[in-house]
């Protein structure tokens, strides 16, 4: 068996399976606890787990996809429950995060129908990610120049 690196370091890999056309890779987050985003107190005791499945980008020509096993906790201190956080994965996407960047890259250099009939994307999906990758990249260049006008106007005056 083929055995690849992913590069996701947040990720241990618990199986891996290599179809013809696609691979699959079911991850687990390596964590052991998160923190509860409705109080803050490290919560360790695990709730459930659920399966969620996200494409990332391709790895020797073939789809990848991984399945992450999401562990949801339930805080010790306020009783809410919760799911664990992704850096490579946003809450809510089908992909990882360096996948829509590279999807956008593409679309860029080519057409959003284009990398739609490669990528075997539907073309209103790649639009609305093209579209929420710009904006997050958007938001980005306003900070880098933001910090820059605050750095040049402490040194003049
Ligand atoms: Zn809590």
């Known amino acids: 068996m083929l055995s690849l690196s992913l590069d996701l370091p947040e990720f241990k890999v618990i199986k891996q399976e290599n179809g013809s056309n696609f691979h699959f890779v079911v991850v687990e987050k390596e964590c052991e606890e998160e923190r509860c985003p409705y109080c803050g107190f490290l919560a360790g005791s695990v709730h459930d787990r ?17 399945f992450i096993q999401v ?27 360096r996948f829509r960047e590279y999807l956008y890259e593409q679309c860029i250099d080519t057409t959003i129908q284009f990398v739609s009939r490669k990528q075997q994307i539907p073309y209103s999906t790649l639009e609305r990610i093209f579209y929420s990758v710009a904006q997050e990249k958007a938001g980005e260049h306003k900070e880098v120049i933001e910090k820059k006008r605050k750095e040049i106007q402490k040194t003049w005056f």
Request: proline residues 5%.
């Open 50 to 66: 659920r399966i969620r499945k996200v494409r990332d980008i391709a790895l020797l020509h073939k789809p990848l996809y991984l």
């Open 71 to 97: 562990r949801r906790f339930r805080c010790h201190n306020c009783l809410e429950i919760f799911s664990e956080t992704y850096d490579s994965v946003k809450p809510g996407c089908h992909q990882t995060s």
